[in-house]
Structures are given as structure tokens and as C-alpha cells.
């Protein structure tokens, strides 16, 4: 079973940063795919980053590459999102999540799965808002 929390969600400024945070309690393997989703009222969930557990591959949208970076501390237990550059566009509830997945999947480009991946899927946090104002 594993257990995550969000934090360091919150208000900035357009052109400003955040890093948000998700620790996890119980052990995320190497043969883990985690990843950050975000969502606004209205809209569907739109994933937008994904990392394996080996730090070995990172994918990205197309909306936050070049700004947002993921990272996985293993020691720590902890995957980060460092968001630069923020626009008010990227104001939303933000959610981490993981789930089983074989490395050499977690690092395909343009696969399927990551559109599908619901909160059915895998585990999720409770999210932590993000507002950027212009």
C-alpha cells in the first residue's frame, strides 16, 4: 500500500516558481511509473509529467516542457515538480501519482496510458492548488 501527500502548492506571480512535493509512505519500487496531473473545475485531468522510479527517463506535455522539471529523490521518498516560468494557464489542482509499470513503458513518448491513467488507476494523492496570477 502506499500513501501519498502533496505540498508546496500556492500563489505566485506570472514568471514565478514553485517546487511542489509528494512524499510517499510505503515503498515505491524501481518497477514504479510516477507522475504529476493537474486539473481545473470543468476541464479533465491532463497529465503532464511522468518519471520512473530509477530516475532514468522523464517525459513531459508539450504545455510545461522547458519549464517544469520532475525529479524523484529515492533516499527521500519523494518526487518533486519544479515549475518555473509559471503562467496563469498553469493554475490548477496539482496530483501526483504512481503505479506498476515496467521502466522501458514508463519511458515510451506519446503512449496511450497517460491519457488513461485515472485516479482508478494506481495511487493518488489529494492534490495541492497552484495559483499564478498575471
Known amino acids: 500500500q502506499v500513501q501519498l501527500v502533496e505540498s508546496g502548492g500556492g500563489s505566485v506571480q506570472a514568471g514565478g516558481s514553485l517546487r511542489l512535493s509528494c512524499a510517499a509512505s510505503g515503498s515505491i519500487q524501481l518497477s514504479y511509473c510516477m507522475g504529476w496531473f493537474r486539473q481545473t473545475p470543468g476541464k479533465e485531468r491532463e497529465w503532464i509529467a511522468t518519471?520512473?522510479?530509477?530516475?532514468?527517463?522523464?517525459v513531459y506535455a508539450d504545455s510545461v516542457k522547458g519549464r517544469f522539471t520532475v525529479s524523484h529523490d529515492n533516499a527521500k521518498n519523494t518526487l518533486y515538480l519544479q515549475m518555473s516560468s509559471l503562467k496563469p494557464e498553469d493554475t490548477a489542482m496539482y496530483y501526483c501519482?504512481?503505479?506498476?509499470?515496467?521502466?522501458?513503458?514508463?519511458?515510451?513518448?506519446?503512449?496511450?496510458?497517460?491519457?488513461?491513467?485515472?485516479?482508478?488507476?494506481?495511487?493518488w494523492g489529494q492534490g495541492t492548488q497552484v495559483t499564478v496570477s498575471s
Open positions: 501519482a504512481t503505479r506498476y509499470m515496467i521502466p522501458r513503458e514508463c519511458a515510451r513518448e506519446n503512449a496511450e496510458w497517460r491519457r488513461l491513467w485515472t485516479p482508478a488507476i494506481g495511487y
Open positions: 518519471i520512473d522510479a530509477g530516475n532514468t527517463s522523464t
